[in-house]
Structures are given as structure tokens and as C-alpha cells.
């Protein structure tokens, strides 16, 4: 009991510390220094001033020149893709930008910022990265409407890439379309890649339209599936217009 008592009068404060040391660094490492941080704002605190109206001015205009970069920057690799999907096509698109586009009729229709004066007309085909988007359905000198293919009364000769079976989609206000076939039995399968059909009156065949999510072959009076569309209907800021080459009628 000596021997104990005279090794802790040698070597109790040393072992202490180093417990305290040894405790202080594994709290810090578990609340990764947040007491720390707020202890030393505690303390700082009466020696802060607060900052002045002009300071206040400068930090919010600072931080407003820092969004509008983030803002430029994500517009600018938005507009690189695009023009970058428009080189892979053989005929040259009109770039142009969504300027118009109603919280109540968000899956109907788009207002675009180019017309008339840039060579956009009726019936002219909307594309975005993705596939099909739809179809100008008015044009005034600097502005278009496109008709989205999510609209309820959208209607689109549909063939599945894989077996050519044939039908037509109809939007539903949605990023999800109905695809109804022509065939009483078609062949069709989850996942089956669905494009635009060589017998559209509207469309060109071979525009990319979605994926098949799932089928019901019982239902009446027609077979049908649900595709998932593949353009970002819902988050388009910018299109790409191409001509209409064919004459066009009623789907």
C-alpha cells in the first residue's frame, strides 16, 4: 500500500492529465469540434463588432454576384449539352429558350422564346436530350407554343423498337404516357425502348419516346403499356425546334 501511494504522489497528476487529455479528444472527435466552435464564439462574442450597413451591402451583393455565377455556369453546361445533342442530328435545329410555362396547365403546353423571324412554323418538331418533347402548334414573330406529348390530348404513333409492334400514345399529365396497340396480342416486354412509328402522321419515325414500365394485356378494348417518357418534360428550360419535312394531317 506504500509502495501504491508513493508511485501515485509521483505520477497521479500526470495520469489524470493524460485521462482528461485523453477524454477531451475523444469528445472533440465525436461532436467533430462543434463545442469547441460555439465555446470560442461564446467567448468572442462582446469582442465582435456588429458589421455596418455598407459592410451588410457588400456581403449581400457579393453574395448575389456568387449565385448569379452558379446560376450562368449551370445555364452554360445546360446549352453545351444541348448543342452538343443537336450536332449528333443530320439536320440543323433552332436552339430555343422555355419562356413560358402556366403552373396549371405545366404537362399542356410551353411558350418559347424564338418564332416566326427565326424560322419556326407550325407543326414544326420540339426535341430536347432524351427524345420527342412535341409539336408547334402556334407561332407569332417571336414567340411559339408547343403542344407537349404529356397532354391528355396528345396522340403519337408509337412502335416497339424490338418487335415493330404498333400502337398510339396519349399523354396523362404526367411524365408517364399510355401506349394503346393496334394488335390484340402484341409482343411487348418490360423495358422495351418505344420510338415514334414509321406510319405517324405527325412525327417523323424513329424519334425516341421512353421505356415500357409496364403492360396489361387485358385490357379493353385494346392491349396497353405504360411508358415512361424519356425527354425531362418537367424540368426543360431549353428545346431544340426542327422543320416539319412531310405533310401533315390528323394522328
Do not use: C
Not at 461532436?31 to 465555446?39: H, P, R, S, V, W
Not at 427524345?131 to 414573330?141: A, D, E, F, K, S
Not at 416497339?160 to 400514345?169: A, D, E, L, T, V
Not at 415512361?228 to 405533310?247: F, G, K, M, N
Request: glycine letters at 8%; a positive charge; proline letters at 6%.
Amino acid at each position: 500500500m506504500y509502495i501504491l501511494r508513493r508511485w501515485w504522489d509521483k505520477h497521479g497528476v500526470a495520469v489524470v492529465l493524460g485521462g482528461l487529455t485523453l477524454s477531451l479528444a475523444w469528445f472533440v472527435r465525436q461532436t467533430q469540434g462543434a463545442a469547441l466552435f460555439e465555446a470560442y464564439q461564446l467567448l468572442t462574442r462582446p469582442l465582435q463588432s456588429e458589421p455596418t450597413q455598407e459592410e451588410r451591402l457588400t456581403n449581400a451583393k457579393v453574395l448575389e454576384l456568387q449565385q448569379r455565377q452558379i446560376e450562368l455556369e449551370s445555364q452554360n453546361q445546360k446549352l453545351k449539352e444541348l448543342l452538343n445533342y443537336s450536332k449528333t442530328k443530320d439536320q440543323q435545329g433552332i436552339l430555343a429558350p422555355i419562356i413560358g410555362r402556366s403552373a396549371g396547365h405545366w404537362w399542356q403546353h410551353v411558350t418559347l422564346g424564338r418564332g416566326s423571324r427565326d424560322g419556326i412554323k407550325v407543326h414544326s418538331i420540339v426535341m430536347a436530350p432524351g427524345g420527342l418533347v412535341g409539336q408547334i402548334v402556334n407561332v407569332t414573330p417571336n414567340t411559339s407554343r408547343v403542344l407537349l406529348i404529356s397532354d391528355a390530348t396528345s396522340r403519337v404513333g408509337a412502335v416497339i423498337s424490338r418487335s415493330r409492334s404498333m400502337g398510339f400514345i396519349r399523354g396523362q399529365g404526367s411524365n408517364r404516357a399510355v401506349l394503346q396497340f393496334f394488335d390484340k396480342v402484341p409482343d411487348v416486354r418490360r423495358g422495351d425502348a418505344v420510338s415514334t412509328s414509321p406510319v405517324s402522321k405527325l412525327f417523323p419515325a424513329g424519334l425516341p419516346l421512353g421505356r415500357v414500365e409496364s403492360v396489361n394485356l387485358d385490357k379493353s378494348p385494346a392491349p396497353e403499356a405504360v411508358i415512361e417518357l424519356t425527354a425531362p418534360l418537367d424540368a426543360l428550360e431549353w428545346v431544340i425546334v426542327y422543320p416539319q419535312s412531310r405533310t401533315v394531317d390528323p394522328e
